[in-house]
């Protein structure tokens, strides 16, 4: 089966950036165009783009809606976006404006009541984020830990109508060190709902290894600082998931 390459472009005060560990002071930006840069994934070949507003993250609300606008005006490509999404009022403005599916991560630990409630209201359009540490889920921009582990809380939404679980292991995040592939892999075996490996995926060996070890269980896997730093190219990724010889 062939699998999703999700290019990432993280906000922070509008520009493009990738953190280390998810630490807000461990910031380097790539980029002060968002739009720009989300018209070269597309022209790459890529589908689908993930965003997350981060400083949406921490302040709980959307911040850096100007860009995401940019974003989805510069491009056609499915766009989901995460990073303050919390209630149902921002949900459906994000779905309006043309973004394909949100990503609730916080409120999908807080309140999982409120993701069941919009998976009934918007079908196929709810992913949610799972961040995890030593094997616990994280929110609040990752300030937070919590002691419900990364398969407790997918169980939660099992049959509540979830389009992918995005599953991020903060150790690896930014790093380059490569995916926890065991643990991701293990997550999609555990559930019915699609998984996308986030967190470390460095390298298009990276992605070889997740095809190899789950491309029957994992929607795709997400990129953002391998892809910047020019150790993963997104239109060989591109043709490397979905299993065709040539870019």
């Not at 070949?45 to 940019?70: I, R, S």
């Not at 409120?107 to 196929?124: I, R, S, T």
């Not at 643990?183 to 699609?194: Q, V």
């Not at 990276?206 to 910047?228: H, T």
């Amino acid at each position: 089966m062939s699998m999703i390459f999700f290019p990432a472009i993280d906000l922070k005060d509008g520009q493009c950036v990738r953190l280390l560990r998810g630490e807000m002071d461990q910031a380097t930006v790539f980029g002060d165009d968002p739009a720009a840069q989300a018209l070269l994934f597309q022209e790459a070949g890529c589908t689908w783009l993930h965003v997350v507003d981060l400083n949406g993250a921490f302040a709980g609300e959307p911040v850096n809606g100007a860009a995401v606008d940019g974003i989805l005006e510069a491009t056609t490509m499915k766009v989901e976006l995460g990073g303050g999404i919390r209630d149902l009022a921002t949900i459906e403005t994000w779905l309006k404006k043309g973004i394909a599916r949100v990503i609730l991560g916080t409120v999908a630990l807080k309140n999982p009541e409120l993701v069941k409630q919009a998976c009934l209201e918007f079908p196929g359009r709810i992913a949610v984020g799972i961040d995890a540490k030593g094997g616990f889920v994280a929110v609040e921009g990752w300030a937070e830990l919590s002691e419900i582990t990364a398969l407790e809380l997918a169980r939660k939404f099992e049959d509540a109508g979830v389009a992918a679980i995005i599953y991020t292991d903060i150790d690896r995040d930014g790093l380059m060190t490569g995916p926890n592939t065991e643990a991701t892999i293990e997550l999609a075996k555990s559930i019915s709902i699609p998984v996308i490996a986030s967190g470390g995926v460095s390298s298009m060996a990276d992605l070889q290894s997740l095809k190899d070890a789950g491309s029957d269980l994992l929607e795709g896997a997400i990129s953002g600082r391998a892809v910047y730093d020019g150790a993963i190219d997104p239109a060989q990724a591109v043709a490397l998931l979905q299993g065709g010889d040539n870019a």
